[in-house]
C-alpha cells in the first residue's frame, strides 16, 4: 500500500507546474497566427471580456496573475517559450478569470478565434497540440490545489525550487545555480505566501546548506540533498 502511495506523489508531484510550454505542435500553431512583438508590462485580456485571440509565446515570458482585493498582484504561472494561452476561454466563449501580460518584451504569435476553429475542422493534431496543453494545466490546477491543502510552506518552496532548477538550472562550480533571478517576492506571489514566511523558509534552507544565494541568483548546493529534504516532509 506504502509503495502504490509513494506512486501518486511522484505523478502528482510531476504535474505540479508554474512554466508552461508544449512539447510538441509548435510549428503547426505558429502557422495559424501573425507575429507581434511587444514590451514588457503589456496587457492581453481583460478579465469581464470573451477573447477573441489566444497567444503562443514564441520569445519573452508571459504572466497570468490576478488582482486581489487589496490590489496586490496575485502570480499564479509563467507563460514560457512555446506555450499556449487564452484558448480554452477563447474556443468556449467565456471570460478568463485571470490576466496575462507580458513580464519581458515578448514576441508573441496571435492567433484569431476564427482561424483556430477553421484549424480543428482539418486537422486532428492541432485538435490534439491543444487539448494537450488544456489538460496540462488542468492537471497542473488541481495538483496545485492537493498540494496546497497537503504540505507543509517549505515543501512547496522546495518544490518550486525544484521546477525552476529544471528549467533554468546550470552546473555551477558544482552546484546548480537557477539562471534567472527569482526573488523572494516572486516565490511567495506563486505560492499565495507571505513574504515574510518565504524568507524564514529561506533562511532555514541556507542554515542546512541546502542553498545560497550568489549576485542574487539562487544556487542550490546538491539536487540529491533537496530531493531528499523533501522526502523526510512528507
Not at 34 to 63: A, Q
Not at 180 to 192: N, R, T, V
Request: proline share 3%.
Amino acid at each position: 500500500m506504502g509503495e502504490n502511495n509513494d506512486a501518486i506523489d511522484g505523478i502528482r508531484d510531476d504535474q505540479i507546474r508554474h512554466l508552461y510550454y508544449l512539447p510538441q505542435g509548435i510549428a503547426r500553431l505558429e502557422a495559424l497566427g501573425e507575429v507581434i512583438h511587444v514590451g514588457k508590462g503589456y496587457e492581453l485580456n481583460k478579465v469581464d471580456e470573451v477573447p477573441e485571440y489566444c497567444y503562443l509565446v514564441k520569445e519573452g515570458r508571459v504572466i497570468c496573475y490576478e488582482l486581489t482585493f487589496g490590489g496586490e498582484q496575485r502570480v499564479y504561472s509563467f507563460m514560457e517559450p512555446n506555450s499556449v494561452f487564452l484558448e480554452e476561454c477563447m474556443l468556449v466563449d467565456k471570460p478568463s478569470p485571470v490576466l496575462f501580460k507580458t513580464a519581458a518584451p515578448s514576441t508573441l504569435v496571435r492567433i484569431h478565434k476564427c482561424a483556430l476553429k477553421h484549424a480543428f475542422k482539418h486537422d486532428i493534431d492541432i485538435v490534439m497540440d491543444i487539448c494537450k496543453s488544456m489538460a496540462e494545466k488542468f492537471l497542473s490546477a488541481m495538483g496545485q490545489i492537493r498540494y496546497g491543502q497537503q504540505k507543509s510552506a517549505e515543501w512547496k518552496i522546495c518544490r518550486l525550487l525544484q521546477i525552476f532548477m529544471g528549467h533554468y538550472g546550470a552546473d555551477y562550480d558544482g552546484k546548480i545555480l537557477i539562471a534567472e533571478k527569482i526573488s523572494q517576492q516572486m516565490i511567495a506571489d506563486m505560492l499565495g505566501m507571505n513574504r515574510v514566511t518565504v524568507s524564514k523558509k529561506f533562511k532555514e534552507l541556507r542554515d542546512i546548506s541546502l542553498l545560497e544565494q550568489i549576485n542574487g541568483y539562487i544556487c542550490i548546493r546538491s539536487a540529491e540533498a533537496l530531493q531528499k529534504h523533501m522526502e523526510l516532509m512528507k
